[in-house]
Structures are given as C-alpha cells and as structure tokens.
C-alpha cells in the first residue's frame, strides 16, 4: 500500500467516524449552518506523496519532495493536534496516518 493510500484510508476512516458520533449534527450542517467535519485537507499532501515515491522509484532527487511532503505532513499533524477534541472518536485513525506518514517519510 502507498503512503497515499495508507493516508486516503485513515482520513475516509476519521470522516465515517465523525459522521456516526455527529449524525444529527452533519444532517444540519446545510440548514443551521453547522460546521461539519472540522479538519479541511486541502494542502495537496496525495500529490506530494505520489511524486516522492515516484522520485525514490526512479532514484531521481527525492528530497525535494520529501521536504515538502514532511511539511505538509507537520502542518496537518498541527491540525490534528489542534481538534483532538472536536474530533473524538475521529482523532484516533488521522493520528495513526499521520504517524505512519511520519515514518514513511524519514
């Protein structure tokens, strides 16, 4: 499994979570203006992790990327860190990607 499949997998795993502890609130996310899951991904960390493992496939200069997937990796463990609350029961499969990521990426 890629580190983008490990990392798809446990972000699906925290949303589907998030969705049975907050039923009745992501059901009024539309109307009553209710946040929803409190955790955007959108710093392209999927890409990131594809082109390091394509540069380290074809032994081409994958620091580079690897650089800019630990940071993508760090701030979203920031994040994480930040909503352990909010999250509950969704925090526990995000910490589990991110650490994995973390150990992927050394």
Do not use: C, N
């Not at 946040?35 to 999927?46: A, Q, V």
């Amino acid at each position: 499994m890629t580190l983008r499949e490990v990392w798809q997998t446990r972000k699906h795993e925290s949303e589907e979570a998030f969705k049975k502890a907050h039923a009745g609130e992501v059901l009024k996310a539309h109307t009553d203006g209710v946040t929803g899951y409190p955790l955007k991904f959108e710093l392209g960390l999927g890409p990131a992790l594809d082109s390091f493992e394509s540069a380290k496939k074809k032994k081409k200069d994958e620091k580079k990327f690897l650089d800019k997937a630990k940071d993508i990796v760090g701030k979203y463990k920031i994040r994480v860190e930040g909503k352990k609350t909010e999250l509950g029961t969704a925090y526990e499969p995000l910490h589990k990607g991110i650490t994995y990521l973390e150990a992927g990426l050394k």
